[in-house]
T-cell receptor
Framework: AQSVSQHNHHVILSEAASLELGCNYS??????LFWYVQYPGQHLQLLLK??????LVKGIKGFEAEFIKSKFSFNLRKPSVQWSDTAEYFCAVNAFPNDYKLSFGAGTTVTVRA | GAVVSQHPSWVICKSGTSVKIECRSL??????MFWYRQFPKQSLMLMAT?????????EQGVEKDKFLINHASLTLSTLTVTSAHPEDSSFYIC???????????FGDGTRLSIL
């Protein structure tokens, strides 16, 4: 079974700072990769996804992620964060043939100070 | 707008009570729905996959008789926590997936507190 590792438990940064959240997975086969965000009091929302093609994926709200197959990584980035980016971020993977099952990382809490 | 509706959002009940949580797909017919459990400060853990018209598929370690899942229609799956105890207190979240290779859409979750 695949597992997902998020390196940072809690990240605190100031507005306009750059953000990078690490995500590694353990599975040697074909994977689909996702980043979800959970704002305080809200449900999980999809930020971006990678299925195939260009390994640099652009999502909503200025986020992007890069799939590096050789490193089994799918790190999330944003060049300049805003206070409204304060949220919990989850990396998730599903792997063929069980491509309907998502495995989540432990999540990273991001706190952006105004 | 919301794709998935989950009800109730919060329930508090006594130990030994059975609690039913509903998950509705609003925008499309979902042959597959998923039930997750999230403990405080932890990630979502898949409990079971709900299959319309057939038995649910449970993850290892999840008690089938404890967490009853019914997926009677293409838009509704229910999770019943039977004879709930304080250790069942958690945040339960459902999700739906449309076609293959589509991302899952999540409900708002149900906070279950057993006294």
């Amino acid at each position: 079974a695949q597992s997902v590792s998020q390196h940072n438990h809690h990240v605190i940064l100031s507005e306009a700072a750059s953000l990078e959240l690490g995500c590694n997975y353990s599975y040697g086969g074909t994977v689909n990769l996702f980043w979800y965000v959970q704002y305080p009091g809200q449900h999980l929302q999809l930020l971006l996804k990678y299925f195939s093609g260009d390994p640099l994926v652009k999502g909503i709200k200025g986020f992007e992620a890069e799939f590096i197959k050789s490193k089994f990584s799918f790190n999330l980035r944003k060049p300049s964060v805003q206070w409204s980016d304060t949220a919990e971020y989850f990396c998730a993977v599903n792997a063929f043939p069980n491509d309907y099952k998502l495995s989540f990382g432990a999540g990273t809490t991001v706190t952006v100070r105004a | 707008g919301a794709v998935v509706s989950q009800h109730p959002s919060w329930v508090i009940c006594k130990s030994g009570t059975s609690v039913k949580i509903e998950c509705r797909s609003l925008d499309f017919q979902a042959t597959t729905m998923f039930w997750y459990r999230q403990f405080p400060k932890q990630s979502l853990m898949l409990m079971a996959t709900s299959n319309e018209g057939s038995k649910a598929t449970y993850e290892q370690g999840v008690e089938k008789d404890k967490f009853l899942i019914n997926h009677a229609s293409l838009t509704l799956s229910t999770l019943t926590v039977t004879s709930a105890h304080p250790e069942d207190s958690s945040f339960y979240i459902c999700s739906v997936r449309g076609d293959r290779n589509q991302p899952q859409h999540f409900g708002d979750g149900t906070r279950l507190s057993i006294l």
